[in-house]
């Protein structure tokens, strides 16, 4: 499909996104760096693959909807790419977070429990 305009492109690709659910594996390349993010979107019912690249100012996948449209930078494998990006920076938050209050509550305990000691 080849798209018009960039609000075409990106509702055409966001719609597409929410459409592959569960059916689609995305696994991030762990040699990324920076703000350069790879990753393998595989479609679990046919096996087919597609390589997306997310940086800032170059974003590509290698499906055929990316190659008709490429000017708009957009199709649902890499909204779902800057989805399960954002979910797994929240997680990797959120973990951070909690072993910060764990240290947090652990160092909490010891210094009440060395105030106890020397009260007593």
Excluded at 24 to 34: D, S
Aim: hydrophobic share 35%; charged share 25%.
């Amino acid at each position: 499909m080849v798209c018009t305009s960039k609000i075409q492109a990106e509702t055409v690709a966001g719609y597409g996104a929410e459409k592959m659910g569960r059916n689609y594996q995305i696994a991030e390349n762990p040699f990324t760096e920076g703000t350069f993010r790879a990753w393998k979107v595989t479609n679990l019912g046919t096996g087919v693959t597609y390589r997306v690249n997310l940086t800032e100012g170059n974003t590509f996948c290698t499906c055929p909807f990316f190659r008709e449209n490429k000017q708009f930078c957009t199709c649902k494998h890499i909204v779902a790419c800057r989805e399960e990006g954002a979910i797994r920076q929240r997680e990797a938050e959120f973990e951070a977070d909690a072993d910060a209050r764990a240290w947090a509550e652990e160092l909490s305990a010891a210094t009440i429990a060395e105030r106890e000691e020397i009260t007593n």
